[in-house]
């Protein structure tokens, strides 16, 4: 199979890695890719919202299959793009159409979606300038904090979780003038959902779906979760508190019912979904979904899937996933993220990264790039270094070790990745 993927981060690199273990893989190309990914891949100097550059891409080298890796062009409609192209009757793409990525590209819409649908999840209010007065009075029902989310995409800045009633108020209003731009036009108020956050992750061909796995993300800058919001500092998988009980919940009262909600809607949907949950006490809500996989959670979750990527992924776009193996490995998995000095404000590119002996580590490049004889900083989340282990401290070891094994200047990364989750279990 002859294969392109899109998108140039950590995710990329480990999903690149997976299907590059496939022996149905004939050729793969990583789009425009980094310099981990091109150890393993083409690497064709193609934007990812470049469908026009793509589409011929495709026509030239014959691809068969398509994974697009980033939410951008799937909101943007990639696929209802290549399938007006009589060109490509034949070619699979893994990802949602633009009907579908809709639930990561409006929150309003996944709202909607989960009301209709009976899906749990926090109580909210969309707002528009004109009906500010009924946002107001929205927010002053709510006990602190207060959460206001644009509506849009807005590169993952547009949540903002305020403690007071009069900051709410005051953001609120800078939203709906502009502060996102046209992505905060439409502003959600949510109810505040408090408890432990995870993620969980499934591959649907819109009737039959596989739960990939469920991972813990470490989203802020410092230790203890503290400071600005990341792409992503760490991830575990799977996350030990997320029990039977809870995968069950999940299964039956979110991941199934997103699934027959898109089918009943007439949305015919392919790709992967990324269930943001809260484990409220036991009772799992979602806070939003995304339509595609999570960066760095991919990089513990392919890791864990025993099967082959490809057959998965070629199940998916012919509607035959019920019928294709999923095993998944029993082990622990774990990621730790090397960013640069700076991120996710002002950060340098262009440092030399020196690579040491990282022995079995699992290393996914996100924000590398090669020059010569040399790989450079080129992004700010810059490499995931991880590793497998019986339980998570044995990973957690490892991984650290295979951290310490990378240099760059002003690298930074957090010390306490998974240190949470030892208190749940030893696994
Ligand atoms: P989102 O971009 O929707 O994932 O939101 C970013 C972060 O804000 C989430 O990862 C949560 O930590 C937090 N968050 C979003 N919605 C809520 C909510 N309703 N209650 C509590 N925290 C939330
Ligand atoms: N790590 C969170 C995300 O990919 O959205």
């Known amino acids: 199979m002859k294969v392109l993927l899109l998108g140039s981060g950590g995710r990329e690199h480990a999903l690149a890695w997976k299907m590059a273990q496939s022996d149905q893989l004939e050729k793969l190309y990583v789009a425009p890719g980094n310099a981990g990914t091109a150890e393993i891949a083409g690497s064709p100097d193609l934007a990812v919202n470049d469908f026009v550059g793509i589409a011929e891409f495709i026509a030239k080298e014959g691809i068969e299959l398509l994974v697009v890796g980033p939410e951008d062009p799937l909101v943007g409609g990639i696929r209802d793009f290549l399938e ?73 800045k547009g949540v903002l979780i305020l403690d007071t009633l009069q900051e709410a108020e005051r953001e609120l209003e800078e939203m709906l003038a502009g502060k996102f731009g046209k992505a905060s036009s439409r502003v959600v108020i949510e109810e505040y959902l408090s408890g432990i956050e995870i993620s969980v992750f499934a591959l649907t061909d819109g009737t039959y779906y596989k739960v990939l796995g469920s991972a813990k993300d470490y989203k802020r800058i410092g230790e203890g979760d503290t400071g600005l919001n990341t792409g992503g500092m760490g991830a575990v998988s799977p996350v030990p508190f997320a029990d039977e009980a809870f995968n069950h919940k999940v299964e039956e ?12 809607d007439g949305i015919d949907y392919k790709g992967f979904l990324f269930f943001g949950l809260m484990n409220c006490g036991g009772e799992p809500k979602v806070i939003e979904y995304n339509v595609r996989m999570g960066d760095p959670e991919t990089e513990v979750v392919m890791p864990r899937i025993s099967s082959d990527l490809l057959r998965l992924f070629e199940a998916t776009a012919r509607g035959t996933l019920s019928e294709a193996a999923f095993e998944t490995d029993p082990r622990s998995c774990v990621t730790v993220m090397l960013v640069a000095g700076g991120y996710p404000e002002n950060y340098r590119k262009g440092d030399t990264i020196q690579i040491g002996n990282t022995g079995e580590c699992l290393v996914f490049q ?6 010569g004889e040399k790989v450079v900083t080129n992004g700010g989340r810059v490499m995931a270094v991880g590793s497998y282990g019986k339980t998570i401290r044995e990973a957690l070891e490892e991984a650290y070790r295979g951290v310490s094994q990378i240099g760059f200047q002003g690298n930074y990364f957090r010390k306490d990745v998974g240190q949470d989750l030892m208190k749940f279990t030893e696994r």
């Open 366 to 371: 996100a924000g590398t790039k090669r020059i």
């Open 253 to 264: 009262r979110i991941i199934a019912p997103t699934v027959n909600g898109l089918k009943a």
């Open 84 to 156: 007006a192209d009589g060109r490509f009757a034949n070619l699979m793409i893994i990802g949602p159409g633009k009907s579908g990525a809709r639930l990561e590209g409006s929150k309003d819409f996944a709202k909607e979606f989960m009301l209709r649908h009976h899906i749990p999840t926090a109580a909210y209010r969309t707002i528009t300038a004109e009906k500010l007065e009924e946002g107001r009075a929205f927010l002053r029902g709510l006990t602190p904090p207060y959460v206001l989310k644009a509506d849009g995409l807005a590169a993952g």
